[in-house]
């Protein structure tokens, strides 16, 4: 196959839309599931150029106004489905320009798969933090240019493999003010698609980074941590962990058993302290 034709195939499996309601994964969704109205927002899906294609993602803001400060959410291993769109809507609510582009569009759609375990084989392996880095910071450029954004405003929150992704974006981004991440796993063995975990950058912060972790989360172990905080420690960061000692992993998704109410609106109350206070917000 010539060159220009690998990259026609390539391209026809680059996903130009995002997923409609939840991941099929995490069917049924649960009575405690909250729904954001967009009333008052401009909200809906956009085309944010990132190298040689075009990602879908999901924008949301206030109708009225602009010079928003601008927060990017990042997924849950589900993709960008309706929990992650509504995240935005609530940023919204608050004056935000939210962000959340599909980090998996070059690799594949994960709505439609039965499992994590399938999401993780067929599509998660396959993305490389390099990747992830250059699509936050094309979703940036993309607020900029939109002239609604206050990009020197910049902060970003993630969920679950967002929310590793939110301490490897402060080593990285030397615009941003400040992350929160919530539940991201802190510690891996380094491979070619993800050289670097959070532990191993704790020292090349670039902004404080608030961590919201569950007790009784089982795929993070306590020690990990621990590991981390001594190393944020050591490197005299101004970050900081908070761990709910009742809490399960994905204690934030309303949508899913696991859902923690108390620890949720706690952590969510603190994000936005933390992003006022290191003039994200």
């Known amino acids: 196959m010539s060159d220009t034709l690998t990259e026609l195939h390539r391209r026809d499996f680059l996903a130009t839309k995002l997923a409609a309601g939840f991941a099929l994964a995490v069917q049924p969704i649960t009575a405690d599931t909250i729904t954001t109205s967009a009333e008052g927002l401009v909200a809906g899906e956009v085309n944010i150029p990132s190298g040689d294609v075009s990602i879908p993602a999901y924008r949301a803001m206030p109708a009225a106004g602009k010079a928003f400060p601008v927060v990017l959410v990042v997924q849950e291993i589900f993709g960008v489905h309706e929990h992650i769109k509504d995240v935005c809507r609530r940023f919204g609510k608050l004056g935000y320009l939210a962000i959340a582009p599909e ?100 020292a090349s912060l670039k902004a404080p980074v608030l961590g919201l972790y569950g007790g009784q989360d089982q795929g993070i172990p306590q020690d990990t941590v621990e590991k981390m905080r001594a190393a944020l420690k050591a490197a005299g960061k101004p970050s900081e962990i908070v761990v709910y000692p009742q809490a399960g992993h994905g204690f934030n998704a309303d949508y899913r058993p696991g859902y923690n109410k108390e620890a949720a609106e706690d952590g969510w109350k603190r994000l936005q302290d933390w992003f006022k206070q290191n003039k994200a917000g």
């Open 103 to 202: 980090m998996y569009a070059r690799q594949g759609d994960v709505s439609k798969l039965q499992n994590i375990q399938e999401i993780f084989q067929k599509v998660v392996s396959k993305v490389p933090d390099a990747q992830v880095m250059a699509d936050l910071d094309a979703a940036v450029d993309w607020a900029a240019k939109s002239g609604k954004g206050d990009v020197a405003r910049l902060g970003i929150t993630g969920f679950c493999w967002g929310g590793r992704v939110v301490w490897l974006y402060a080593a990285h981004s030397a615009k941003l003010k400040a992350g929160v991440a919530w539940y991201g796993r802190l510690v891996g063995q380094a491979s070619e698609m993800t050289p670097k975990h959070p532990v191993d950058v704790a």
